[in-house]
């Protein structure tokens, strides 16, 4: 073999060996339980919720639309104790934790009043759920809905119970997102 071709077969070697050892971690790492995909987005959720609960000023935990179509909306307080709440019976439900709808209804605790209270309400509902996601599987079991749950089939996987759960705590976050805004506040998400 001449020298040219012994060099570049050499460069070639090391080439594709660079690029077999460079291969990105995301690439060649194993793949994340469904456990930790929900606590990822459970994490990210609980951190915009809690940014905008703080966000608003105290003052304005009262506020509920006027203007516009705006009949038997919750105010910006009762969205955040709602959110907490179903993130309690959700959570309840996948860890089968019986007591969590004795003790919370959709609307959550009648005694959180406080914007500090309110805030602590919802960090515990996000850690409690956190603890719940732990617990899916990856065979996506079905588990019996609680008889205080008031939705969902009756049997159903908790990946599903938390995914709902994602969904629709998603959902009120953009409730509290334009609830800012018409207080004229910029959501923390959206500042630069």
Partial sequence: MSRPCLY????????????????????????RTNAAIVISVLDLQASRVVAVAEAMPEGKYAFVPTNGIFTSV?????QLKH??????????????????????GEDGDSTVRSKAEIIEYVK??????????????DTNALVERPRWLPYGPPAQ?????????LAHTDDH????????????????????
Avoid: W
């Fill in 8 to 31: 570049s077969a050499l460069v070639a070697v090391l080439v594709c060996a660079h690029l077999t050892v460079a291969q990105p971690d995301h690439l060649t790492a194993p793949p």
């Fill in 74 to 78: 919750r105010s910006f307080s009762s």
């Fill in 83 to 104: 959110i907490a709440a179903d993130l309690y019976l959700d959570g309840g439900a996948i860890l089968g934790d019986s007591l969590r709808g004795n003790v919370v």
């Fill in 124 to 137: 515990g509902a996000f850690a409690y759920m956190r603890r719940a996601a732990a617990t899916i599987d």
């Fill in 157 to 165: 996987a908790r990946l599903r119970l938390a995914i709902t759960d």
């Fill in 173 to 192: 976050y953009g409730q509290l997102v334009e609830y800012l805004r018409m207080n004229r506040i910029v959501p923390p998400g959206s500042k630069p």
